[in-house]
């Protein structure tokens, strides 16, 4: 059985053995040692909510247009995206090197299905996410971003999609975009449950439209069994308490999941009164360098700063619990084992430079390793050289 000791680290030295970490006492001799410098090992990072197939990431600028609606945005999302030369799944693929460089074990993909796409964004992303199965775990949402309802052709796609790549069903905005809560989430939950597969669903509805549309999707949640997320959820701008009426116990007694990603003027979940109510919550970055935004960079360690200063972190513990969100939420939310950094668990890690979770919430350090499998897959930053799958 292959160990692998790293030594010099803080808390202590991990040893792994077939992937996973041991008991360093159990080393043997002639394990290949790995000399993390006096780095700080940390749990791998998990970004929920992602949108690779729109990036530009690694190609020339691009000039965004005027947007103040969620329609005109996605208009011109689709008119920038024409004028895109570079393949997806080229695209995809360096954001996902360069998320991997930054210490992210998994992504969950959201990808734009529409009868103008086709299912290219579903299959681009899919072959750049299985180019790179030792380094990421990809799931993908086929997305209708453009509408479900209101663009005819688009339900008979999403089918397709997860026949050819897609993992989950996506929705969005039942009342704003389509303009029929019942249909839009009839459509959705059927589809689901015949094709036995979880649900995601954008919400960017504020106030009493969103609060409805969020009440009604914890309602059939709770009655069919579904495991579902609700992503962005704008009409939760405030804390619980505030809003009264038993939320949380009322989206944590259902089995709905939360992500959030502390988006520029946008409203950020209350994560601590969420969590506290237990309610799962994951982080991501939404979209990088696409035609909605010039910002992001995939970087989770960077994303994780944000939510903490979005939702005014200063104790040590407010600050852990924010890279807890970005690890141990995102790992939940996507199923995957959570890497506590004790034996038995997967040896997903990152070392950087830095005494507490706190401090590197604080100081967003380069990671100087990336540990995935046991495996050292990047290097201050930069992923390395490995065979072409």
């Not at 991990?14 to 992937?19: K, R």
């Not at 995809?92 to 796409?117: C, F, I, K, N, T």
């Not at 960077?302 to 939420?329: F, Q, S, V």
Request: hydrophobic share 40%; charged share 20%.
């Amino acid at each position: 059985m292959t160990q692998v000791l790293f030594t010099n680290v803080l808390p202590h030295d991990l040893l792994v053995e077939n992937g996973r970490i041991a008991d360093p006492r159990t080393a043997r001799p002639g394990a290949e040692t790995v000399d993390c410098g006096g780095g700080l090992a940390l749990p791998a990072l998990v970004d929920a909510h992602i949108h690779p197939d729109k990036t530009t990431w690694g190609q020339p600028w691009l000039s965004r247009e005027p947007a103040n609606t969620l329609r005109e945005l996605i208009d011109g999302d689709v008119a920038a995206r024409a004028r895109m030369t570079a393949p997806v799944a080229e695209r995809a693929g360096a954001l996902m090197d360069r998320a991997v460089a930054g210490g992210a074990r998994a992504w969950r993909a959201h990808v734009d299905v529409a009868p103008v796409y086709g299912l290219d964004n579903v299959h681009g992303v899919r072959q750049a996410a299985d180019q790179r199965l030792d380094l990421l775990d990809v799931q993908i949402v086929a997305f209708p971003q453009l509408g479900l309802l209101s663009h005819p052709g688009t339900a008979a796609l999403l089918e397709r999609a997860l026949d050819e790549g897609a993992d989950i069903l996506g929705g969005l905005d039942p009342i704003g975009v389509d303009g029929d809560l019942h249909g839009h989430l009839d459509l959705l939950f059927g589809l689901a449950e015949a094709k036995g597969v979880p649900l995601d669903i954008h919400l960017h509805d504020r106030g009493e439209s969103g609060l409805e549309q969020l009440l009604e999707i914890a309602r059939r949640t709770r009655q069919t069994g579904l495991t579902v997320t609700v992503s962005h959820v704008f009409c939760i701008d405030k804390d619980l308490k505030s809003m009264g009426g038993g939320l949380g116990e009322l989206l944590a007694g259902s089995g709905v999941s939360l992500t959030t990603c502390a988006l520029g003027a946008d409203p950020v979940l209350p994560v601590a009164d969420l969590t506290t109510k237990g309610v799962l919550v994951g982080l991501g970055s939404d979209g990088v360098r696409d035609p909605w935004t010039p910002f992001g960079d995939g970087d989770m360690i960077a994303r994780t700063h944000l939510l903490a200063y979005r939702t005014d972190a200063r104790t040590d513990e407010e600050l852990a619990a924010c890279w807890a969100t970005a690890a141990h939420g995102g790992a939940d939310l996507l199923g995957l084992e959570r890497s506590e950094l004790h034996p038995g668990d997967p040896a997903d890690f990152l070392v950087v430079q830095g005494t507490s979770p706190a401090q590197v919430v604080v100081d967003r350090p380069v990671p100087t390793h990336v540990v995935r499998g046991g495996r050292v897959v990047a290097r201050d930053g930069h992923l390395l050289e490995r065979t072409p799958r």
